[in-house]
Nanobody, 123 residues
Framework: QVQLVESGGGLVQPGGSLRLSCVAS????????MGWYRQAPGNQRELVAT???????NYADSAKGRFTISRDNAKNMVYLQMNSLKPEDTAVYYC?????????????????WGQGTQVTVSS
């Protein structure tokens, strides 16, 4: 159906930057919203940022002013530029997409998730 693959995670010092990328592939007709969530050990998965097809964005308070979400509709990709990273940003970051996809009979719509990429902010 649809696969999402994240990349760009890693270890970074406090105050540093990382850029996460996510590509969606499969029998995609249209992608409505795309977004990033994160989950730290012992915590629930939480919203980081979302972006819909017209470019409108939404950010968690913790991400405002430091993170920027963007997308390339032609490539079915979404990005998360993270600046001024803090130790509390350490988490597994997941990409998600609301996708209309083709099946044998008729199109369906569903939410899909990537496997996650680890971001560790530590000195």
């Amino acid at each position: 159906q649809v696969q999402l693959v994240e990349s760009g995670g890693g270890l970074v010092q406090p105050g540093g930057s990382l850029r996460l990328s996510c590509v969606a592939s499969g029998r995609i007709s249209r992608i409505h919203s795309m977004g990033w969530y994160r989950q730290a050990p012992g915590n629930q998965r939480e919203l980081v940022a979302t972006i819909i097809s017209d470019g409108n964005t939404n950010y968690a308070d913790s991400a405002k002013g430091r993170f920027t979400i963007s997308r390339d509709n032609a490539k079915n990709m979404v990005y998360l530029q993270m600046n001024s990273l803090k130790p509390e940003d350490t988490a597994v970051y997941y990409c998600t997409a609301d996708v209309v996809y083709r099946t044998t009979n008729f199109p369906l719509r569903g939410d899909f998730w990537g496997q996650g990429t680890q971001v560790t902010v530590s000195s």
